[in-house]
């Protein structure tokens, strides 16, 4: 039988590491053991999700023996949280790892762990990001221990599916997309196809339904395009070329099927339309001082951003606008498909410690004058208050909203005022 890898996890993290972090986290010591008891399980559910094939355990195998990770971490927390440069360098350690597992349903997870344990949303965003290098280190040493190699980590995690089916909160399945534990443990099962086959399988669910009002049918299907979009974060593109051609042919059967449907059903067309457009996009490795890799969109905002950081181009108030933020219409609420860039970023503004920033909203001419600049002042402060729940400290980011006062195009089109609906980071100091 498989050693139980959550009960392992639990008691190793409670031992020596819960005690320091709910004082770093000033939560109570019972609430951040909850918090923890939500995590690891949702942490291992990540962990098979993108190790649960060979070529998957191969990557996470790597991952787990990086040199970075110390496996004196779970024992020794308290140094790290005492020391501000070794605590940042953790964090972004931790950011990057929890993003690699969970995409963007990162902010999902955290949202959930905290629900079920009653912690805030930012102190269980921080608590995943200490948590995470903190399982790997346990993990690296299991290894070495038993002297598995990545075939041995791929059964370790398939023997997981029964103790996470019994441990596994099921708002955190939720939050990854499914309606209960055993549910993401079956799509989990599917092995070497799992991320397209269950992408694809939620698809045909909603096609299935197509007796249906327009308007049903349109909620369905611009939930399955953003499960689709999850499933490829999750996974970098330049590691499963395989599946990103599966993705794009589901793009393109979310098309060919809502284009028979009228006026409710355009903006889900056009969400399968973004998507197409999105998968074919290549991710890039992105190496930051520090040994910290992210996964970044390739000639994408966070990409152009670091290439500039580490030019000789001395340039302040130089402007980069998001390209993979939304909100909610006509409100300050970040989607959570916004979630993987601002990870990203708040990892950038980590490795490059002394960059200070101004995050700028910006509207179209359309409406109420006054009323778009108090969306825009709210969209850029929602944008700053993301940074600063992912770790990046309050001082170092400034916000401002403008309104309609900066067009970067004609508000006359609109392919103009959707080019001037946008945020935009400004470089204040490299």
Do not use: C
């Amino acid at each position: 039988m498989a050693e139980n890898l959550v009960d392992m996890l639990q008691i190793a993290l409670n031992r020596t590491f819960t005690g320091d972090v709910a004082k770093h986290l000033r939560e109570p010591g019972t609430t951040t053991r909850s918090a923890l008891d939500a995590a690891v399980p949702a942490l291992l559910a990540g962990l098979l999700q993108q190790g649960g094939t060979a070529t998957g355990a191969a990557d996470l195998q790597r991952r787990v023996n990086d040199p970075q990770i110390d496996i004196g971490l779970t024992g020794n927390i308290r140094s790290w949280l005492d020391d501000g440069p070794r605590m940042a360098g953790l964090l972004s350690q931790g950011s990057s790892l929890v993003s690699w597992l969970f995409g963007n349903r990162t902010g999902n997870v955290a949202e959930a762990v905290g629900s079920a344990s009653g912690m805030k949303m930012s102190s269980a965003s921080t608590l995943l990001a200490l948590a995470t290098p903190a399982v790997f280190a346990l993990l690296k040493r299991y290894l070495s221990q038993n002297r598995l190699d990545a075939g041995g980590l791929a059964s370790l995690l398939a023997g997981q599916r029964d103790n996470l089916r019994t441990q596994l909160d099921d708002g955190v399945a939720r939050a990854l997309g499914f309606a209960s534990p055993a549910a993401l443990l079956a799509g989990l099962a599917s092995g070497a196809n799992g991320s397209a086959a269950v992408a694809a399988g939620r698809v045909s669910d909603t096609a299935r339904d197509v007796g249906r009002s327009a308007q049903q049918t349109a909620t369905m299907a611009y939930a399955a395009a953003g499960d689709v979009l999850t499933e490829a974060s999750a996974v970098p593109i330049t590691r499963r070329p395989w599946l990103w051609g599966t993705l794009a042919a589901v793009a393109a059967m979310l098309i060919f099927f809502f284009s028979y449907w009228t006026v409710p059903v355009e903006q889900t067309t056009r969400t399968a339309q973004n998507l197409a457009s999105t998968v074919s996009r290549a991710v890039k490795a992105l190496d930051l001082p520090g040994g910290i890799v992210i996964d970044v969109t390739a000639g994408g905002f966070v990409d152009t951003l670091t290439t500039f950081l580490n030019s000789r181009d001395v340039t302040l108030n130089r402007s980069f606008t998001f390209d993979e933020l939304q909100f909610d219409p006509g409100s300050a609420t970040l989607s959570p498909v916004s979630n993987a860039q601002l990870e990203q970023l708040a990892a950038v503004l980590k490795a490059y410690r002394t960059v200070l920033i101004s995050v700028a909203g910006h509207t179209d001419n359309k409406g109420d004058a006054s009323a778009n600049l108090r969306l825009s002042a709210q969209r850029a402060a929602a944008v700053k208050h993301a940074l600063v729940g992912q770790g990046v400290p309050e001082a170092r980011v400034t916000d401002e909203g403008f309104g309609s006062e900066r067009p970067i195009a004609s508000n006359d089109t609109e392919v103009g005022r959707a080019k001037n609906r946008r945020v935009e980071l400004v470089v204040l100091k490299r």
